[in-house]
């Protein structure tokens, strides 16, 4: 590898007394393995620079599947995500980190993340629309291209008024049970948009994308979104259940 690249750090764990492995996501290279020798050491110059949030550049090297860090430079301070939208953050790296083969070029979606990691740090209302936007982006990075406009039946556009099943690897079919797999027109229409004006079409969405990505993920739960329910404070029996994201 040569020159610098923009990337942010997806996931980080101590290697030996002194260094760390990261998972790094790349502009041009997706999602990078590197090794950053001393960079736990005492006088290390990266210690509070390679953190999540962090805007970078980097330079790695090496062969096979870990590199090892050449140089990393922080271009701004770390995006402020606090609460619940540092959970929501976390939740998104963790799904890169899932979902992404190591080494394989996802430039567009690079910047859908950086999108998605400001609007979360600007922090102007729930984080959940700027969360099933991504989720979206993600799928369709994935090659997971799903026809949100025409019944995948007749090929017929969608109507608002009418309910559709959704299919694994087929699409939405015009159907009159209603079930899990259910989505009104309405629903579609918004899906196809990503634009969610009404808790009735967030909840939809994250119905869809749920099950759109639970085969890339398969049966593993992700770390995130339990330390996203022990983060949410304790209610009373009689409460309502709380909506995760």
Known sequence: MEGWQRAFVLHGRPWSETSLLLDLFTE???RVR?????ARAKRSQLKGTLQPFTPLLVRWGGRGEMKFLRSAEAVSLALPLSGTTLYCGLYVNELLSR????ETPFSELFFDYLY???ALAADDGSPEPTLRRFELALLGQLGYGVDFLHCAGS???VSAGMTYSYREERGFIASLVIN?????GHHLHALAQREFPDADTLRAAKRFTRMALKPYLGGKPLKSQELFRQFLPKKRPDAPPAQEE
Not at 34 to 38: D, I, Q, R, Y
Not at 99 to 102: K, R
């Open 28 to 30: 041009h290279n997706g």
């Open 34 to 38: 590197v090794l950053a020798k001393g």
């Open 155 to 157: 090929g017929e556009p």
């Open 180 to 184: 899990n797999r259910s989505f009104t």
């Open 99 to 102: 979902v992404l083969e190591h």
């Open 116 to 118: 998605c990691i400001q």
